[in-house]
């Protein structure tokens, strides 16, 4: 990849292992991280999972029909197990990807922080690895339970998120420390200028982009509301009644059709949800990273292609999930497809984020 000249206004703000560094790559590593587990739970276990779910509400009615209470206890015992094992992947991905927003929005306000350097760097550090054992924790608890845990209903994975829970709330809260000590008037402490303005087409690109993703994700979603959402919760409540009432009058062939409805009405409910859920975070991620561009060393041209690569697979990947029940697997593999662009996209921004401050180690010298 071509190379271009360093401001010196960048060179001056953005030293090597500041704070503000740390935020930015562990933020975008956070984000490109969550989805690419996203990806990978999308096509590995979230349609088994739906499956197992249908078969098992099947198998329910079947033990209501032949009244069977101990059968009925032990099937929704695996439901529960089902729900858990794909609520725990859905809020792993889900925190990851949020922790990284987070984390870029902190970088921004860096300038911000009236604390010295080592301080801002121990709190970004502290965010940072919240934000890393937060989800894994999370991850953790569908598979480690309560074995060998001290407690009676916390088990050790718990007790991991908990901790990582406690250092993000922690760290947040010395920011807003030196947040509140900035606008107090106390600025000794404050080494770093704003954030440079960069008027180029990436950042230009990001920002525009940025926002008619998140303006489309809101007529979209009061759509949805307006429309299909009251629609989809009344029929909850009939299919789960009609359900209970065959499976009561021992209509089983009925209950495993009601079964089969109430998956696809959970399908469309969830493809909108989606649907509406990512184009939004996307047009959050693109309007954040219009301002850490000028923080990515590589040359206006790879800058370009990463940002098209990014908005393309933004629009790709929610249109695509909404298609899903349409087209089935076909649209499924090509939302995969677009949320692959983003995450690929990241990558490329994070590895300018890498030769960018490796460039100021010879620079501007030793950190501070």
Known sequence: MATRTIPSTVATTFAPLSARRLLIFGGIALIAGGMLFGDIFAVFVLHQNAGLQSEALIAASKAVAAQNPTAVKD????????????????????????????ALLLALLQPFVAFPLARKKVLAALFISGGVLLPVGVFLIHYVGLAYSPFAVIGWASILADSAGALLIIALLGEAWGLWKYFRGTRADVVEPDLPHEGSWSCRALLSGGTLLVLLGFLHGAWY???????????EIIILSNMVDYSAANDVARAANEVR??????????????????????????????????YVFLSEEWKRRWVKVMLAGSIILPVCVLLELRLGLLAGGIADIGGLMVIV????????????????????????
């Open 75 to 102: 099937i929704f015992k695996h439901l529960g197990g089902l729900l858990e094992d794909r609520g725990t992947k859905v809020d792993a991905h889900v925190h990851m990807i949020d922790a990284g927003y987070l």
């Open 225 to 235: 509301a307006g429309v299909d959402l009251y629609r989809h919760e009344t029929g």
């Open 261 to 294: 409805n109430f998956g696809n009405l959970a399908g469309e409910k969830a493809v909108n949800i989606a649907a509406h859920s990512h184009i939004i975070e996307f047009g959050l991620l693109a309007m954040l990273l219009s301002f850490v561009q000028p």
């Open 345 to 368: 996209a990241l990558i490329g921004m994070l590895v300018g984020v890498l030769r960018y401050s490796g460039s100021l180690d010879t620079a501007s010298g030793a950190a501070r």
